[in-house]
C-alpha cells in the first residue's frame, strides 16, 4: 500500500511533468502563431507588391499609347497642316514628363527598373526631337506661332519651375545652341524655315523620310524596351510568386511539424493525466481501504474494550456483590478487615472499568447525554458518603456546601454530574493527607433562561504546578510520573470531566500551585427542572422492602454467579426467583409460568435478551405492564436506550449494582408494573366469524395466514382430512394391538389441534399416546377414541360452519 | 450471484409443516426483496426424501436452516438426519422440534442448535431463530 510520502512524490513528480509539457506546449503555439504570421505576412506582401507592377505596366502602356497619339497626330498634320491635328501631339508631350516621373518614383526601388526607365525617358526626348524637325519640316504661320506660343511657354517654366531634374520638354527646349532648341533658336530656325521653304522643298520629303525611318526604328526601340521592361516585371512577378508559393510551402511544413507536435505533446499530457487520474483512483481506493480498516478496527477496538469490560465486570461485579453480601452478615473482625480489601479492591477496578468505557466512549463521540430532571442537592449529598471514609482515612476533613439559591429541580444528565464530581472530589481526596477537601455548587440564571450550575472542589493537598495546569487534562497524563506510582490511577479521570463538561457545553478551569492546594471549578448550563421529583433530600432512611415479599422474578443470565447474586439479594427481600441461563429457556419457562418481574441480561448466547423481549411482546403478548422487564447489561446502553424501550424494556440495571440498586429497580418496576394489562389474543380478521369459541381458536392461524381466506381454507380442510385419517389409523392401530403405531399417529394429530385451539381433541390425543406408550388397556383407548372422534366431530363442524361464513 | 438460503421444513405432520412453512416463508420475504439472496423453502413430510436428495446432490446442504420434527414416523426419529447432516461438516442450524419438552433430554440425541416445543408459539420461535441464522452467516438485516 502506497504511503503518504509516495503519493506526495507522485504528486510532486506529475505536477512538474504536466507543468513542463504545458510550458511546452505553450511555448509550441507561440512558434506556430509566429511563424505563421510571419509566413503569412510575406505572401499578403508579395500578394499586395504584385498588384503594384500592373499598375506599372499601364503606365508604361499609357506612354506608349501617347506616343502612338502623338505620333499619329504629327503625321496627320505633315498631311493636313491643320493646326488643330497637331494639338494631341501637343496635349501628349506635355504629359508625357509627368508620367515618366511617375514611373521614375514607382521604380525608385528598383534600380534595374529605374534605369531602364530612364533609357525610355531618353528615347522619348530623341521622338520628341525627331517629331519636332520633322513638325520644322512642314512649319506655316500657324505653326510658327504655336512655336512662339511655345516658346513663352517655355520661357515661364524656365522661370517658375524650381524643380532640379529637367524635363523632357525642358531638356529639348533649353539646349545650347549647337544640340540645344530654345525659344529663339527656334524662332530663327523656323523663321530661316519659312525663308528656306521655297528652297528646300525637295530636301524636305527625302529628309522626312529619314526623319520617319529613325522614328520608326527609336520606336522599335522603345518598344523593345517597354517589352524588356514587363519582361522584367513579369520576371518578378514570377519570383514573388515562387517565393510566395515558397513561403506559404514552409509556412504548410511549419504548420503540419506543430501541429503534429502539439498532437504528440496533447498526447503526452493525457497519458499522462490518464496516469495521474488512475493513480490517483488506486490512491483513493487504497485509502478507502486504509479508512474502512482504519473504522473496522476502531469499531473492533471499541467492540474489544466493550467486551472485555463485560468479560471482566461480570466476575468483578459478582466479587464485589458477594462481598458486600458477607459484610452485611457480621462477620468477625479479620473477616471484615480482608472482605473490605477485596471490596475497595474490586470497586476499584470497577471504577477503572468504567474510566476506559467512557474514555473510549468519548473518544469517539459516542456518548450521549440524558436529559432527565434531577436534585442537585440530592447529587452532593450522594458523593458525600462515597469519599466520607477515605478522607477518615487519609485524615482529611471533608465537607459540601449548596447555596440556597440553587434550584431544588434541574434538567440535564445526573449521572454524569455525579461522575464528574465523584472524579474531582476522588482526585482531591486522594491527593489530600491531614488537610481539608470541600465541595460546593452555586447557581445563577443566565439571560437565556438557563441555570449555570458552578461546582468547586478545592483541597488544601499537594497542588499542582501551574505549568503543568493544561496537561493534566490530557489523556493518560499525571502531572508528574511519580504521581502514578505513589498514589496510582490511570491518568483518565480529569481528561475524562474535562470531556465531559464539555459535552455538556460547560468549561472548567483549575487554580493551584504546588503544596498550596488545588482549586477545580465547572460551569454546567442546565435547563430548569419542568416537572417534580421525590427530591427525599437529607435523609438516608432505611428502606422498607416488605413490600416485595412474595413477587415472582425470573432472572435470565448466563453468568451462574450473577443469577446467585440476584438470589441472594432478592430472596433476602422474600421475593421467589426463578432462574433462566438462556433466553430459550426463559422463553420455554414463560409459556407455562407468569412472572411479576423478569430481569434480562442483554448479552447471552443463543437468543440475545433483546431479542428474547422481543419475543415475549410481540409473540407471547406479555404487556410491560403484566410483566416489567428489567435489562442488566455491564455495558452502558444510554445510545440505545430508546431501541430498548421500543423493545418493551421498562428499565435498565447497570452491573455491577448495590443492593440499593437493586431495591430501586425492583421497588420502581414492581410499582408500574401493578396495571393490568390483557393478554391480547392475536386476531387478524374479527369479521369472518366466531374465531375463538367453544372448543376451537382460529386466531394463530389467521395471524400467519396474514389475510389469505384462501390459505385458511385449505389449512382448516388439512386438518379436516389429516385427522380423520389419523383417527383412523389410530382405530386400527388399536385392532391390531400395535401399541407404538397408536402412540405415533395420536402425537402426530397433536400439534393441529393444539394450533386451532382444539383443546379438549388435544387432551383426549394425548391421553392416547400416553396409554399406549405406557401401555395401558386397550379398552380405555378404544373408550379415548371414540371420544376423540366425537370431539373431531364436533371441532368438524364449528370448522364447517366458519367455512361457511367465510364464503 | 444471488447467495442461496434453503429452509428446510421435516414435519409428517401436514398441517403443521405448511403452517410452519408459511410463517417462516413469511418472517424472512424482506431479504429476498433486497435482492441479494435467494431463499429455497423445502417441506418434506417424509426424512429420507430429504436424505435421498442431499446424497443426490439434487439439494444442498450447505447454507441450510433445518428444522425437523423429532418423531417422523414409522418408527423413525430426526437422531440419524441430524447425524448425517453434521457428519456433512455443512454450514448449517438445525432446530429440532417436538411435541414433548422432554425429547431435549434424551441421552442419545446428537447435537443440535436450538430446541423447539411445537406449540402455539412454535412458528415464531422458528422464524426468530431463521432470522438470526440469516442474520449472523450472511451479515444482512432481516427487519
Known amino acids: 500500500m502506497p504511503d503518504k510520502s509516495d503519493k506526495m512524490s507522485l504528486k510532486g513528480t506529475i505536477q512538474v511533468k504536466v507543468g513542463l509539457l504545458m510550458v511546452l506546449a505553450v511555448m509550441l503555439l507561440l512558434a506556430t502563431c509566429y511563424l505563421s504570421y510571419r509566413n503569412l505576412s510575406a505572401v499578403v506582401s508579395s500578394i499586395r507588391i504584385d498588384a503594384n507592377p500592373q499598375l506599372k505596366l499601364l503606365t508604361i502602356r499609357e506612354i506608349a499609347m501617347d506616343l502612338e497619339k502623338a505620333e499619329n497626330s504629327v503625321r496627320l498634320y505633315t498631311v493636313t497642316k491643320n493646326p488643330a491635328d497637331i494639338k494631341p501631339y501637343y496635349s501628349v508631350i506635355s504629359r508625357i514628363d509627368d508620367k515618366v516621373a511617375k514611373l521614375r518614383k514607382e521604380f525608385r526601388n528598383d534600380s534595374v527598373l529605374l534605369r531602364q526607365t530612364d533609357d525610355i525617358s531618353r528615347l522619348l526626348e530623341q521622338n520628341i526631337l525627331l517629331w519636332n524637325q520633322l513638325l520644322a519640316l512642314n512649319k506655316d504661320d500657324k505653326v510658327s506661332e504655336y512655336f512662339r506660343k511655345l516658346a513663352d511657354q517655355l520661357d515661364s517654366l524656365a522661370q517658375n519651375s524650381e524643380k532640379k531634374e529637367k524635363g523632357i520638354l525642358r531638356r529639348v527646349f533649353s539646349r545650347n545652341p549647337k544640340a540645344q532648341i530654345d525659344g529663339q533658336a527656334l524662332r530663327t530656325g523656323i523663321d530661316s524655315l519659312f525663308r528656306q521653304d521655297s528652297l528646300a522643298k525637295d530636301e524636305m520629303i527625302i529628309r522626312e523620310s529619314r526623319i520617319a525611318s529613325t522614328g520608326r526604328q527609336l520606336k522599335g526601340k522603345f518598344y523593345d524596351l517597354i517589352s524588356r521592361m514587363e519582361n522584367e516585371i513579369t520576371g518578378t512577378i514570377t519570383a514573388k510568386a515562387e517565393s510566395a508559393g515558397k513561403m506559404a510551402g514552409n509556412t504548410y511544413t511549419w504548420l503540419i511539424l506543430l501541429a503534429v507536435s502539439g498532437g504528440l505533446l496533447a498526447m503526452m499530457i493525457l497519458i499522462i493525466i490518464v496516469r495521474y487520474v488512475r493513480k490517483a483512483g488506486a490512491y483513493q481506493e487504497a485509502l478507502e481501504t486504509s479508512r474502512a480498516e482504519a473504522e473496522q478496527l476502531a469499531r473492533t477496538k471499541e467492540l474489544f474494550v466493550a467486551n472485555m469490560s463485560h468479560e471482566i465486570r461480570t466476575p468483578v461485579t459478582a466479587i464485589s456483590g458477594f462481598t458486600g453480601q458477607l459484610l452485611g452478615a457480621k462477620p468477625d473482625e479479620e473477616t471484615r478487615k480482608s472482605l473490605e480489601i477485596i471490596k475497595s479492591s474490586s470497586d476499584h477496578l470497577l471504577k477503572i472499568i468504567d474510566d476506559i468505557l467512557d474514555f473510549s466512549k468519548l473518544q469517539n463521540e459516542k456518548l450521549v447525554l440524558e436529559r432527565v430532571d434531577f436534585s442537585p442537592r440530592r447529587i452532593m449529598e450522594e458523593v458525600y458518603p462515597l469519599f466520607e471514609g477515605q478522607a477518615r482515612q487519609n485524615g482529611t476533613s471533608l465537607s459540601f456546601s449548596v447555596d440556597g439559591g440553587t434550584p431544588r429541580v434541574l434538567s440535564g444528565d445526573p449521572y454524569r454530574l455525579k461522575q464528574i464530581l465523584i472524579n474531582l472530589v476522588g482526585n482531591s481526596i486522594k491527593f489530600t493527607k491531614n488537610g481539608s477537601v470541600k465541595y460546593s455548587v452555586t447557581s445563577r440564571e443566565t439571560a437565556a433562561g438557563e441555570i449555570e450550575l458552578q461546582l468547586e472542589v478545592s483541597d488544601t493537598g499537594i497542588g499542582i504546578d501551574e505549568s503543568k495546569h493544561e496537561m493534566i487534562f490530557e489523556d493518560f497524563t499525571q502531572a508528574e510520573m511519580s504521581t502514578a506510582r505513589k498514589y496510582g490511577g490511570t491518568g483518565l479521570g480529569l481528561s475524562i470531566v474535562k470531556k465531559l463538561v464539555h459535552l455538556q457545553n460547560g468549561t472548567i478551569s483549575i487554580k493551584s500551585k504546588r503544596n498550596q492546594g488545588t482549586v477545580i471549578s465547572c460551569i454546567i448550563p442546565y435547563r430548569k427542572g419542568s416537572g417534580s421529583i421525590d427530591v427525599n433530600e437529607g435523609k438516608n432512611e432505611a428502606r422498607d422492602h416488605t413490600e416485595l415479599a412474595g413477587l415472582k422474578v425470573l432472572v435470565v443470565d448466563d453468568e451462574e454467579y450473577n443469577r446467585l447474586l440476584f438470589r441472594k439479594i432478592l430472596e433476602k427481600w422474600n421475593i421467589e426467583v426463578s432462574e433462566a441461563s438462556s433466553g430459550m429457556d426463559a422463553l420455554e419457562l414463560l409459556k407455562t409460568n407468569r412472572y411479576d418481574l423478569l430481569f434480562m441480561d442483554m448479552l447471552m448466547p443463543g437468543l440475545d435478551g433483546l431479542k428474547a423481549t422481543k419475543f415475549i411482546r410481540d409473540e407471547m403478548k406479555i404487556g410491560t405492564g403484566q410483566m416489567p422487564v428489567i435489562f442488566i447489561s455491564a455495558a452502558s446502553i444510554d445510545e440505545e436506550a430508546e431501541k430498548f424501550r421500543n423493545a418493551g424494556i421498562n428499565a435498565f440495571l447497570r452491573k455491577p449494582f448495590t443492593e440499593e440498586m437493586l431495591l430501586d429497580a425492583v421497588t420502581g418496576a414492581a410499582g408500574k408494573g401493578s396495571e393490568p394489562e390483557a393478554h391480547a389474543a392475536r386476531v387478524d380478521a374479527p369479521e369472518t366469524g366466531p374465531l375463538k369459541e367453544d372448543g376451537i381458536n382460529l386466531g394463530d392461524l389467521y395471524h400467519i395466514a396474514a389475510g389469505d381466506r384462501d390459505f385458511v381454507r385449505q389449512m382448516l380442510l388439512s386438518f379436516e382430512d389429516t385427522t380423520r385419517k389419523g383417527l383412523k389409523e389410530i382405530e386400527s392401530a388399536i385392532g391390531d394391538g400395535n401399541w407404538d403405531q397408536v402412540a405415533e399417529s395420536a402425537h402426530r394429530l397433536l400439534p393441529p389441534c393444539r394450533h386451532l385451539g382444539a383443546m379438549e381433541l388435544f387432551n383426549l390425543l394425548h391421553e392416547i399416546e400416553k396409554n399406549s406408550r405406557e401401555r395401558i388397556s386397550t379398552d380405555s383407548l378404544g373408550s379415548l377414541t371414540e371420544r376423540s372422534v366425537i370431539e373431531f366431530g364436533r371441532v368438524c363442524k364449528l370448522l364447517e360452519g366458519h367455512m361457511a361464513k367465510m364464503a | ?143
Open chain 2, 1 to 143: 450471484m444471488k447467495e442461496t438460503i434453503n429452509v428446510i421444513v421435516i414435519d409428517d405432520n401436514e398441517y403443521f409443516n405448511n403452517v410452519l412453512s408459511t410463517s417462516l416463508q413469511q418472517s424472512v420475504t424482506s431479504i429476498v426483496f433486497k435482492g441479494r439472496h435467494q431463499l429455497v423453502m423445502r417441506s418434506f413430510t417424509n426424512g429420507e426424501d430429504y436424505v435421498r436428495m442431499i446424497r443426490s446432490g439434487e439439494l444442498a446442504c450447505n447454507h441450510s436452516a433445518i428444522f425437523i420434527d423429532y418423531y417422523l414416523g414409522k418408527g423413525l426419529n430426526a437422531s440419524h438426519i441430524i447425524k448425517l447432516l453434521r457428519e456433512s461438516s455443512c454450514d448449517n442450524m438445525i432446530v429440532l422440534m417436538s411435541q414433548s419438552a422432554g425429547v431435549k433430554d434424551k441421552e442419545s440425541l446428537p447435537d443440535y442448535d436450538y430446541f423447539v416445543v411445537k406449540d402455539n408459539f412454535a412458528p415464531a420461535l422458528c422464524s426468530l431463530y431463521l432470522k438470526q441464522f440469516i442474520e449472523n452467516r450472511f451479515s444482512v438485516s432481516v427487519d
